[in-house]
């Protein structure tokens, strides 16, 4: 009778063996489902080409594989036709203009698909990386696959998405941190949002880390100049009042529940943060919180940021609630957690 709970735990060792063998991971599931979310729900692949810049991107992108060339001058432009451009997204451009040249729109909805579908699987791995529970994870993905739909578009954007996540995982971990570079020179070309990484590294006290990869987005085809570029269109009044994305979002849209629920997970989240006294993650919640009321093209990157860092912050608070205790247990030793 003494050897009866080893063999219990050895038989339920067996199970949870062969169900992590024979069914898709977590992760997994996540990425399948946010990629038939994007291409075949929602709005299909048709909504991803509902923004007109789509169109510019893949000529342009079409146009210096073409060439061999980066434009100089803006040839899109009826008004400002033949004025110096700084064709500050390039690489993206080329990327979407190499997806149109081997499969036409389909293979540019398919890259976006992958891009958005890899952010929510890097978004649920981190979550559980930093000890999210799978419950509060799955019920999160739900919230970041809602809230990130107002933009899923065929855009450079959805690239950036990705690299926010490389530099927030490696500045949780703490590991990689001299490889950020890298990713910051290649993000610097993609998509113009890219001082965001060398941001987190800062506000996570990495200075070194922070300075080279700040310094690595200089190597660009524009130099400095992209970065007065970006400076000068974020401070263009007109711009800012008059673009959709850049204003604040309407609580009176459709889906507006996703990001009620957004505002408030990671509002709980930062309060559990500062509670913990990770001051680092709780001041880079601040700042994305107020960007996001600010402008609504912030939203989704508020999603893809915060809501792994409030899922692990509401864990771990969970953990000390009798209440939670046997639930968070039952989902710690679920098979299907991809570690």
């Keep these: 009778m003494s050897s009866y709970p080893q063999v219990i735990r050895a038989v339920n060792l067996e199970v949870d063996s062969l169900a992590s063998a024979l069914l898709p991971g977590f992760c997994t599931v996540v990425f399948a489902v946010a990629l038939l979310n994007v291409l075949f729900f929602s709005q299909g692949a048709q909504g991803l080409f509902r923004d007109s810049d789509t169109g510019w991107h893949v000529l342009n992108g ?6 061999g060339m980066l434009p100089r001058v803006d040839t899109f432009s009826y008004t400002h036709g033949g004025q110096p451009w700084l064709a500050w997204e390039w690489m993206s451009d080329v990327v979407l203009g190499a997806a149109h040249r081997i499969a036409g729109l389909s293979g540019v909805a398919l890259l976006a698909g992958l891009a958005i579908a890899l952010t929510a699987w890097g978004a649920a791995r981190l979550s559980l990386s930093l000890g999210g529970n ?50 910051a020179c290649l993000w610097a070309n993609m998509h113009g949002s890219f001082l965001l990484g060398p941001a987190i590294l800062f506000i996570y006290g990495f200075f070194g880390p922070s300075l080279l990869a700040l310094l690595a987005t200089f190597i660009n085809p524009y130099g400095w100049h992209l970065h007065d570029h970006i400076f ?24 507006a529940w996703s990001v009620e629920l957004l505002l408030l997970i990671a509002v709980l989240g930062t309060l559990a943060l500062l509670k913990q006294r990770r001051f680092g993650p709780a001041l880079l919640a601040v700042c994305l919180l107020h960007v996001s009321m600010y402008s609504a093209r ?40 991809e570690q």
Aim: overall charge neutral; proline content about 4%; glycine content about 2%.
């Design 134 to 183: 799978l419950f509060f994870t799955a019920a999160a993905m739900v919230v970041l696959l809602q809230t990130t739909s107002i933009h899923w578009l065929a855009r450079p954007h959805v690239f950036s998405w990705l690299f926010a996540l490389v530099f927030l995982a490696c500045a949780e971990h703490k590991r990689f941190l001299y490889a950020l570079p890298v990713v």
């Design 232 to 255: 000068t269109y974020l401070q263009n009044d007109y711009l800012m009042d008059h673009i959709a994305e850049f204003r604040s979002f309407s609580f009176h849209s459709a889906g």
């Design 298 to 337: 912030h939203l989704p990157t508020t999603a893809v940021i915060l809501l792994p860092l409030s899922v692990a912050a509401l864990t771990r608070e969970a953990r000390s609630w009798p209440s939670l205790r046997q639930m968070l247990e039952s989902s710690d030793r679920a098979g299907i957690i």
């Design 62 to 67: 079409e146009t210096i594989l073409a060439t």
